[in-house]
């Protein structure tokens, strides 16, 4: 880079790194939302194919959302709480609260929200689900911890998917989280992103619960996004009590 151009992305860092955050989050939340519909359990040839039609579509959920975003470098952060809502019509959000810096609030969290109905609206959230038209799974191997981990490789570089594993249940039959490294970075400003998804059957349904990331941003270190989702409704039916107690738990066990 020439040093004019340098001085000049000096001087614009702080705009531009907290920018990438919101990038990085509209990413991972599409992703999340496409992975329910179809992840299941691995074939009984062991190829680790989660293409179980035995698991029910997520079509429509209504759910209270707990939005993050914090710049560790430059001291920022905001949080923001909104109602979402899925179905046949489209992706729609409510904010109901917000606090924190107005930057990361309006350049980040709402735009997150903004970006996320943009692009489920233009239909490309099926180029993040967990599908053989994006992955190249491995066989299913058993940690030390019992649970079964599968490797998964994107056929594409591509912001949507993620470098790294799967985690199953002890018996293979769910999809715990999803964990690695985006498999292209979102944008010049960042060098690195990690991401975790957390999941949980709620009545009969995979649902996202939570999402975490951290990105290293340049000139402005490491940046993290935080995700809760607390939901009302799915597919049309009202989430049961021992379904809420299902995601508090999930929800407890991964801060």
Same mark, same amino acid.
């Given at each position: 880079m020439r040093q004019g151009?340098?001085? &000049? @992305?000096?001087?614009g860092r702080k705009p @531009?790194?907290?920018? %990438?955050?919101?990038?990085?989050?509209?990413?991972?939340? =599409? @992703?999340a939302v496409s992975l329910p519909a179809r992840a299941g359990e691995p074939d009984n040839s062991g190829d680790a194919r989660i293409l179980s039609k035995q698991d029910e579509p997520l079509t429509q959920?209504?759910?209270?959302?707990?939005?993050?975003a914090k710049s560790e470098r430059f001291n920022q952060e905001g949080w923001l709480d909104a109602w979402t809502e899925l179905d046949e019509r489209g992706f729609r959000y409510q904010i109901? #609260?917000?606090r924190g810096s107005d930057y990361v609030r309006n350049k980040v969290l709402r735009t997150v929200l903004k970006r996320e109905q943009e692009l489920i609206a233009d239909g490309h959230a099926d180029r993040a689900a967990l599908t053989e038209d994006n992955y190249v799974f491995s066989d299913a191997e058993e940690g030390p911890d019992g649970l079964q981990y599968v490797a998964m490789k994107p056929k594409r570089k591509e912001v949507m998917l993620v470098d790294g594993r799967m985690?199953? #249940? @002890? $018996?293979? #039959? $769910? !999809?715990?989280?999803?964990?690695?490294?985006? %498999?292209?970075?979102?944008?010049?400003w960042t060098s690195l992103v990690n991401v975790i998804r957390h999941f949980a059957k709620? $009545?009969? =349904?995979?649902?996202?619960?939570?999402? &975490?990331? !951290?990105a290293k941003v340049k000139f402005a270190g490491h940046s993290r996004l935080d995700v809760e989702y607390e939901y009302e409704s799915i597919n049309g039916r009202t989430v049961t009590t021992a379904a809420r107690r299902v995601i508090a738990s999930a929800l407890a066990a991964n801060r």
């Open positions: 151009n340098f001085e &000049q @992305a000096r001087k @531009a790194a907290l920018t %990438a955050m919101w990038v990085l989050g509209c990413t991972l939340l =599409v @992703a959920y209504r759910a209270f959302r707990r939005m993050h109901v #609260s917000e985690v199953l #249940s @002890a $018996d293979g #039959s $769910d !999809v715990l989280r999803v964990e690695g490294r985006l %498999a292209k970075n979102p944008s010049f709620v $009545d009969g =349904v995979r649902v996202p619960v939570s999402t &975490q990331s !951290v």
